[in-house]
């Protein structure tokens, strides 16, 4: 079975997750989430979209992601018909001060297609031992 077209989707919902964030769009963040969505984090969890939109704008008022760049790759996924599972590293680029990597770590995703859309059901991010600080 091809799963090309559901890959470069998946890909692309996650390439715009990050993006959101630096955009600061709390409504196209939280619509890439199932409206049960479960997001994990070391400094945060949120379950379900509106409280995961809560959850972005929460930390973007707080300044926690002010002056950061954030990235994703590479990109594993596997697909199983109307389901999917991505692994991908991420960097958070300091852009304000000195240039500098703020964070890495690991993004785990489970993915749903849900009316010909793939939305993320739950996300767990995790930090490398070298992150000082996140955002």
């Known amino acids: ?3 090309t077209a559901d890959v470069i989707q998946i890909t692309e919902s996650l390439n715009r997750h990050q993006i959101y964030i630096d955009l600061q769009d709390a409504d196209g963040y939280a619509d890439l989430y199932t409206e049960d969505g479960r997001y994990e984090s070391p400094f945060t969890s949120a379950t379900g ?3 995961i939109r809560r959850m972005f704008i929460g930390l973007r008022d707080q300044g926690f992601t002010a002056g950061k760049r954030h990235m994703t790759g ?5 697909v199983n018909g109307t389901r999917a599972t991505a692994r ?8 304000e001060q000195a240039p500098a990597v703020h964070a890495t770590g690991t993004y785990t995703d489970e993915l749903h297609k849900i009316d010909g859309h793939w939305k993320i059901a739950h996300r767990v991010q995790t930090l490398d031992p070298s992150a000082t600080r996140t955002g």
């Open 74 to 78: 590479p990109i594993m996924i596997d």
């Open 1 to 3: 079975m091809d799963t």
């Open 88 to 95: 991908s590293w991420y960097w958070v680029a300091e852009i």
């Open 49 to 51: 979209r509106a409280e």
